[in-house]
């Protein structure tokens, strides 16, 4: 194995200063790059600051490039600004689109699973990289919907997602988890069908249980829990499947826990690294 | 067009009352929004609960949505002078 696992935390302002205190303990933060898109020269100075004290990932939220339609190139020009500015180790967005025909959703939304996403998809991570200067790693998105129109389950989509960019995949294994519970297959057996080799970031996080359609309950990916065991068990059963370095970082956006409390779900994240690791060492 | 499927997906997500006039008729309603007949076929399908969940979803997500850019800003400043 090159390299070593690395385990993080997302940058948020209400974790900023339980971070800088524990940076012996957070081998790296991701930073929303959407917060910065638009922040003056001092904003991005104090950003890059952050990546001179500590490893820095850029995560992009807002650029809907698995879409059929062109991605909006005054968002890359603005992110380039930011990459350029801040030189973190790496980028990311997400395989969903947030708007289309004038329509903004606000958030992410997984598109139709099928060639004519792919298409734009492709050409979308071609203009990102050209605009950008590197290309993002592409994160598989939860959904509470099995996008209509799509004629490939998920596994093949994201392997078909990877080969048509050329680039990697950022695996959010509770995304994984949830779209694996929301429409009944086995997250362990689709993992097993990721392109593995391509995975060198990883998402864990914790969701809620929400509906109950006809006693049908599902699981919504909100950021706000802690990360449940079964995505600890995706975790040491990717680092048992691919020799890859990995970067895990763990995601929260809100009813945040003391400080300790998430450096001791970095600490379980380490653990199952370590667990699938010495899996594969026996 | 795939394109004007994810169109039709967005306003579906965004509005409930085409959401209403969608559930009460699936294939009238994907027709007359100018889709073709595999992504018409493709919506009669559709799982409505599904639907109804990521439209809740993603208002609720737009809505507590902090407006973080200049606090994350601002706190990165404080916190690394």
């Known amino acids: 194995m090159l390299g070593h696992d690395r385990v993080g935390l997302g940058w948020r302002p209400e974790l900023a200063a339980g971070i800088l205190a524990n940076l012996d303990r957070v081998d790296l933060v991701e930073v929303i790059a959407d917060d910065y898109v638009g922040a003056g020269r001092r904003e991005l100075r104090a950003l890059r600051t952050l990546a001179i004290q500590v490893p820095l990932v850029l995560h992009g939220v807002s650029l809907g490039l698995a879409s059929a339609a062109p991605v909006d190139g005054r968002r890359l020009d603005a992110l380039a600004r930011v990459v350029g500015a801040v030189e973190p180790q790496a980028w990311s967005e997400h395989l969903a689109f947030v708007r289309s025909g004038g329509l903004e959703l606000g958030h992410l939304a997984a598109p139709p699973r099928r060639d004519a996403t792919l298409g734009g998809l492709a050409a979308n991570v071609a203009r990102a990289r050209a605009i950008v200067g590197s290309a993002p790693a592409l994160e598989n998105v939860a959904t509470l919907i099995d996008p209509p129109g799509s004629d490939r389950d998920e596994p093949a989509w994201l392997a078909d997602a990877v080969a048509a960019t050329g680039g990697e995949l950022l695996l959010d294994l509770h995304n994984l988890h949830a779209n694996a519970v929301n429409f009944g297959f086995d997250a362990h057996a689709a993992l097993a069908r990721l392109p593995l080799a391509r995975v060198r970031f990883v998402h864990v996080a914790g969701g809620a249980w929400i509906g109950n359609d006809g006693g049908r309950r599902r699981v919504l990916d909100d950021h706000r829990h802690d990360v449940p065991a079964p995505v600890f068990d995706l975790l040491a059963d990717l680092a048992a499947r691919t020799p890859n370095p990995l970067t895990v970082i763990v995601e929260r956006d809100g009813d945040y826990p003391p400080i300790e409390h998430l450096l001791a779900e970095l600490d379980r994240a380490r653990s199952a690294l370590a667990g699938g690791r010495a899996r594969v060492a026996a | ?81």
Do not use: N
Not at chain 2, 13 to 30: K, M, N, Q, S
């Open chain 2, 1 to 81: 067009m795939s394109a004007s499927l994810e169109t039709y997906l967005a306003r579906l997500y965004l509005d409930a009352d085409a959401r209403r006039a969608f559930a009460a008729d699936p294939r009238g309603a994907a027709a007359r929004a100018g889709l073709d007949e595999t992504d018409v076929a493709a919506l009669e399908q559709i799982d409505h609960a599904g639907l109804e969940l990521t439209a809740r979803s993603l208002q609720a997500k737009r809505e507590a949505r902090p407006r973080r850019g200049w606090l994350a800003r601002l706190l990165a400043r404080w916190c690394l002078r």
